[in-house]
């Protein structure tokens, strides 16, 4: 339980990070209308989301190895 709850408390920070950046990515992609801002968008993606929802996987499955053990 203690685990569980020190998890959630690590994982407090990640989620703030997620959000705040997919927040910032959508500002900056309503304040620039342009093919510029389209390729921003997808180096945003590339760069930001995808390698923290990879992290996020790698932690969940790291998780349920360990609790599972």
């Known amino acids: 339980l203690l685990l569980l709850l020190l998890l959630c408390i ?3 920070p990640f989620h703030f990070f997620i959000l705040f950046s997919v927040r910032s990515g959508i500002i900056l992609s309503l304040r620039l209308t342009t093919p510029a801002s389209l390729t921003l968008c ?3 993606i590339l760069g930001v989301f995808f390698p923290s929802l990879l992290l996020f996987c790698h932690f969940l499955s ?3 190895s360990r609790s599972a053990a």
């Open 10 to 12: 690590s994982l407090i």
């Open 42 to 44: 997808i180096v945003w």
């Open 62 to 64: 790291d998780w349920r």
